[in-house]
């Protein structure tokens, strides 16, 4: 049976500058879904990703690379869903794909905007995090925006969550030789030394940054991988190596506040250490993805990498899960299954 209408999440007021998104902007309602046309396919939705990135999406500042969300409209962003119809030549009903139509159970695409994954190499929700988006830019940053080296020490924040957990993995299998970082709260930075591979890690909540970074790193870091800007970009540029190099991910410290830190006060360290700085987007580095995914699919195989996860079941729980994982309530990716028929 081919769907008619679909439950979707829909913005329905924006947060105050400066303040925190809550579960009252966002509405779950019925929606009809459109005949496919040429060329397009209908989905069943089986899990889709929740994303820093859609926290500055609510506002209505100027977007870089994205785009932002609209009041009564839905929102969007990466899942993965499997074809009941399909318009288009190369894509058939069964196959599984990755697509940018995510906050609703069923949707209506594209096929040339369709990316198909192969769910018998790795499970699905793997293809959204350590596999996906959050893995490749892990990777990205790690390989060439920070031009990691053999030996190298790796700092990173946000540590335990989708592109730090995954950072930290292939750092070290890439030939870092000490890998640290920074998470919130004691379970996680014990999760991070017991189960995930790093050589250390500070609790930021509990530690200032300008105390925890030295004792992390006493010999300076080479490489640091920024996931939240603020006070832990300040104090890794204090601990920097000469001829370190930064690699700017995210800023997520900052997502919600309305003025900017100070953070370029302390940019004659990086004169004086002789540090690279450089920001990137994921998307402009595409040409590295068949490399990244034959490798890490392997990692996976062998148990090198895991897929590490924390999945909210249903759409009516997709905002909880959303704004839980922009507290910190995520270890590896946040992701939301859709169709609890599906393991992810
Ligand atoms: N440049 C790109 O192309 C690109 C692509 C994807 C993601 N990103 C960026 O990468 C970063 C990580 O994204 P992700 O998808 O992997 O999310 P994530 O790390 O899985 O989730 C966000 C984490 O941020 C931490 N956090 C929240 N507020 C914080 C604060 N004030 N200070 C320090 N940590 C804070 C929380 O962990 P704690 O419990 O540790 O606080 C939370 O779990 C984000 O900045 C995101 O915007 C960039």
Request: aromatic letters at 6%.
């Amino acid at each position: 049976m081919i769907p008619t209408s679909t439950r979707i999440v829909t913005l329905q007021a924006r947060p105050e500058p400066g303040g925190d998104p809550s579960p009252d902007m966002f509405a779950v309602e019925e929606r009809p879904l459109p005949t496919p046309g040429d060329g397009q396919l209908v989905l069943r939705n089986i899990a889709m990703s929740v994303d820093p990135s859609m926290r500055g999406r609510l506002d209505l500042g100027e977007k870089q690379y994205t785009t932002n969300f609209q009041i009564d409209e839905p929102l969007d962003g990466s899942a993965v869903g499997q074809v009941l119809a399909s318009n288009h030549p190369d894509i058939a009903v069964g196959d599984v794909v990755r697509h940018r139509a995510g906050w609703r159970d069923h949707a209506v695409i594209d096929g040339a905007t369709a990316y198909r994954v192969d769910a018998d190499a790795a499970p699905v929700g793997a293809w959204l995090g350590v596999l996906g988006q959050t893995g490749f830019t892990a990777w990205a940053g790690l390989k060439r925006v920070g031009e990691l080296h053999d030996g190298d020490t790796v700092f990173i924040s946000a540590a335990a969550g989708a592109v730090g957990s995954a950072a930290g993995r292939f750092a070290r299998l890439l030939g870092a030789a000490r890998v640290v970082g920074s998470a919130g709260g004691a379970a996680k930075v014990a999760q991070l030394v017991n189960e995930l591979g790093y050589d250390d890690a500070m609790d930021y909540r509990a530690e200032d940054p300008r105390d925890g970074v030295p004792r992390l790193a006493p010999d300076g870091i080479d490489l640091y991988f920024d996931n939240v800007g603020g006070p832990h970009l300040v104090a890794a540029l204090h601990n920097m190596s000469i001829g370190g190099r930064v690699a700017l991910c995210g800023m997520i410290s900052q997502y919600s506040s309305d003025g900017r830190g100070q953070d370029i006060n302390h940019l004659i360290e990086a004169v004086l250490r002789r540090v690279t700085i450089r920001g990137f987007i994921v998307r402009d580095h595409e040409d590295m993805r068949p490399e990244f995914e034959s490798t890490v699919a392997g990692w996976l195989r062998s148990g090198e990498v895991e897929a590490l996860q924390t999945v909210t079941d249903g759409i009516d729980h997709a905002v909880e899960a959303f704004l839980g994982m922009l507290r910190g309530g995520n270890i590896g990716k946040a992701l939301v299954r859709l169709d609890t028929d599906w393991e992810v």
